[in-house]
Structures are given as structure tokens and as C-alpha cells.
């Protein structure tokens, strides 16, 4: 007996939401990249990137 094709369709958008949702973290963690400070000569985290960052990690773990 063959599956029906709405299972199939499910997964598939399921596996597509799921690559989407990874592929915008990473880029989101890319963006968060250190920058350098010339007042006291060191590196920092891009405050508002990094804040982004959790905020969209924190969505997808109250979800998923």
C-alpha cells in the first residue's frame, strides 16, 4: 500500500522550515561578528546583532 502524498509534502515543508530556520541563525551569527573598538583597542561583540541572535535562538526553542 503507498503512503498517501500529503505525509510526503509534510515532511518535505517540515525539513524546509527546519534548513531555512538553521541557514538564518547562521548568517544572524555571522553578522554578530566581533568589531574593533578604538578606544581602548580591543574587539567587541556587535551588541545589537548579538541581541537579535538570542532573541530568534530563543523563538525557535520555545516552538520547536
Same mark, same amino acid.
Given at each position: 500500500?503507498?503512503k498517501?502524498? +500529503?505525509?510526503?509534502?509534510k515532511?518535505?515543508?517540515?525539513?524546509?522550515l527546519?534548513?531555512?530556520?538553521?541557514?538564518?541563525?547562521l +548568517?544572524?551569527?555571522?553578522m554578530?561578528?566581533?568589531?574593533?573598538?578604538?578606544t581602548?583597542?580591543?574587539?567587541?561583540?556587535?551588541?545589537e546583532?548579538?541581541?537579535?541572535?538570542?532573541?530568534?535562538?530563543?523563538k525557535l526553542l520555545?516552538?520547536?
Amino acid at each position: 500500500m503507498k503512503k498517501p502524498r +500529503t505525509s510526503v509534502t509534510k515532511c518535505m515543508t517540515l525539513r524546509l522550515l527546519y534548513t531555512s530556520s538553521l541557514t538564518g541563525l547562521l +548568517t544572524d551569527f555571522i553578522m554578530a561578528k566581533p568589531i574593533y573598538n578604538s578606544t581602548n583597542g580591543l574587539k567587541e561583540w556587535n551588541k545589537e546583532n548579538v541581541k537579535l541572535h538570542l532573541q530568534k535562538d530563543s523563538k525557535l526553542l520555545k516552538h520547536g
